[in-house]
């Protein structure tokens, strides 16, 4: 079972280029999420999605965005890279509203120079 | 906004030993939930929390809902070196599944 898959798991980007974090899950979870993880920190909700057609802001939406055109895919969107959104990246899915068990994708790891 | 404390930050322990961490909140949360982060991979869901005074075991894991609805602890008993990772709690208050989470708990294991 495919799960939550990221793509790319790793990437290096100079300050100023944009990129997709792309995000896609085969379990036909009406939820996506996009979380970034800081060294020593816990998860910051970025945006996130209870539909395909449908995004709110999470807690630091600034400097990303997000579109959700299927129930599979939730890319999220880097338009100008600042060495402050060096992170690793975890995308996460669950099934419908109240049931909270969230799964995470394997991360992509972030870096801007 | 709201904001979980998580202790301690990390733990040293040797291999048979019990481990136990904490989370604590000003809010209350509906849900608790332990996951387990492994390097290089995303979080597991260990054990989901539904009601105050909840206590619900997954193998040697315990964990347990406060009653006040504003803590959470997780127990390892007879800890083995593949319990290594950071464990990180994470609450829920309601609305479109915005999980909070702690910053997480490092735990080292030595054989």
């Known amino acids: 079972n495919a799960g939550v898959t990221q793509t790319p798991k790793f990437r290096i980007l100079k300050i100023g280029q944009s990129m997709t974090l792309q995000c896609t899950q085969d379990m036909n979870h009406n939820y996506m999420y996009w979380y970034r993880q800081d060294p020593g920190m816990g998860l910051k909700l970025i945006y996130y999605?209870?539909?395909?057609?449908?995004?709110d802001k999470g807690e630091v939406p600034n400097g990303y965005n997000v579109s959700r055109s299927t129930t599979e895919d939730f890319p999220l969107r880097l338009e100008l890279a600042a060495p402050s959104q060096t992170s690793v990246y975890f995308c996460?899915?669950?099934?419908?509203?109240?049931?909270?068990?969230?799964?995470f994708g394997q991360g992509t790891r972030l870096t801007v120079v | 906004g709201q904001q979980l404390n998580q202790s301690p930050q990390s733990m040293f322990i040797q291999e048979g030993e019990d481990v136990s961490m904490n989370c604590t909140s000003s809010?209350?949360?509906?849900?608790w939930l332990w996951y387990k982060q492994e390097p290089g991979e995303g979080p597991v869901l260990l054990i989901a929390l539904y009601k105050a005074g909840e206590l619900t075991s997954n193998g040697r894991l315990t964990a347990q809902f406060g009653i006040t609805r504003k803590d959470s602890f997780l127990n390892i008993s007879a800890s083995i070196p593949s319990d290594v990772g950071i464990y990180f709690c994470a609450g829920h208050s309601g609305g479109y599944n915005k999980l909070i989470f702690g910053a997480g708990t490092r735990l080292a294991v030595h054989p």
């Open positions: 809010s209350i949360f509906n849900t």
């Open positions: 999605s209870v539909g395909a057609g449908i995004t």
């Open positions: 996460a899915s669950s099934p419908q509203q109240g049931d909270t068990e969230a799964f």
